[in-house]
């Protein structure tokens, strides 16, 4: 398996944004030194209580220069808000400045809230990314001179500043869980993902026919698929949730709420996903019924190989920092998963 630190940079109470940003620097800076995989961001826009996430490349750019082994990247940029040459661009440069660190995280978008101060087309949100990874891969494979024509932007004789540093491009992720994107994304060769909102086995049967498409593609190794949740780790079980369980629902009451949530599943058609919501705000209910990764090392260990088979899932994508948890909460929770946690579960393939 492989591991992430993946931040939305919630609010933290009583936190500036100065602050909050200075401390999820310390937080990479100690994932790096405990042997994790990658670090990931999101792109979130126009929401006072949420995110503190705007921008991909000021994340990539400041965790390339606090961290030297592990691969950064944003999960992922929002490609129908902007030119998709912008985003291009953007890529080789950070491909760069990370030397050969960088991954590529794209993404369609979710929210409509996001889209409408940018004007940005919501409906076509899905072939606008798809035609930026089309953009991205016909500028590194000429980035002295190329033309494009796509489905929405077209360009003609068109140099970048440089190619890109890793080749044919950097590795490339695209969440989805729609079976024709994952058909197409199976046949690229490019990674993928889900998260928590949406129950484990409905998601397996998706993405095991990705695995087979992928299989059939000849490609030389196996797909990342990642699954994004939020993680605590303490001495016990019964410690951990004391601690975690009251920021698990401040987080789904005040920073990312419920209701937002259950109304973007409802509007894909995943009622199951809706209705798996409705229990965030119940710490007993989750603690039984698999919820959440909170638990001592030897609980976290064992929920998460029984999560990652059930799943299909090899990439953990854990949100450590939530909530009202102090920093050193924080940290003595990282601490414990990549010393207790990572070493058992790295030879873990589920698939």
């Known amino acids: 398996m492989k591991f992430a630190h993946m931040s939305h940079i919630w609010r933290k109470p009583g936190m500036s944004p100065g602050d909050r940003y200075a401390q999820l620097w310390r937080e990479l800076e100690l994932c790096d030194a405990l ?4 670090g990931f961001a999101v792109e979130h826009h126009v929401d006072p209580r949420e995110s503190l996430s705007p921008s991909p490349p000021l994340y990539i750019a400041a965790a390339a220069a606090r961290t030297r082994d592990l691969r950064v990247g944003a999960m992922g940029w929002t ?5 998709p040459l912008r985003v ?12 050969g660190r960088l991954e590529v995280g794209l993404v369609s978008g979710a929210l409509p809230g996001h889209f409408i101060p940018y004007k940005a087309d919501f409906e076509r949100r899905r072939e606008r990314a798809v035609e930026g990874f089309e953009l991205l ?8 001179g190329f033309s494009f024509k796509g489905p929405f932007h077209e360009y003609n004789d068109v140099a970048l500043q440089m190619p890109s540093c890793q080749q044919p491009h950097p590795p490339v992720w695209f969440e ?3 079976p024709p994107t994952l058909a197409y994304l199976a046949a690229e060769g490019v990674h993928t993902g889900y998260v928590h909102y949406v129950p484990r086995d409905e998601m397996a049967v998706q993405y095991r026919e990705y695995l087979n498409q992928w299989r059939a593609a000849g490609h030389q190794k196996p797909p990342l698929i990642n699954y994004w949740i939020l993680v605590y780790v303490d001495e016990t079980d019964d410690q951990a949730w004391e601690v975690a369980g009251p920021s698990w629902v401040y987080t789904y009451t005040e920073i990312a709420t419920l209701e937002r949530l259950i109304e973007s599943r409802i509007r894909r058609g995943e009622l199951s996903g809706a209705e798996l919501l409705g229990h965030f705000r119940d710490p007993p209910y989750m603690r039984e019924h698999g919820i959440g990764l909170i638990g001592s090392p030897d609980t976290v260990a064992a929920k998460l190989r029984e999560y990652a088979q059930e799943g299909l899932f090899n990439t953990l994508l854990g949100e450590f920092n939530f909530g009202f948890l102090t920093e050193e909460q924080v940290m003595r929770s990282i601490r414990l998963f990549g010393e207790e946690v990572i070493p058992r579960l790295r030879d873990f393939e589920p698939y």
Do not use: I, M, S, W
């Not at 891969?137 to 002295?144: F, L, M, R, T």
């Open 88 to 99: 291009v661009e953007e890529v080789v440069a950070l491909d760069h400045l990370t030397q």
């Open 176 to 178: 989805t869980r729609h």
């Open 137 to 144: 891969k016909a500028a590194c494979a000429n980035p002295g």
């Open 35 to 38: 042997g994790f995989d990658f």
């Open 79 to 83: 490609v129908p808000l902007y030119d």
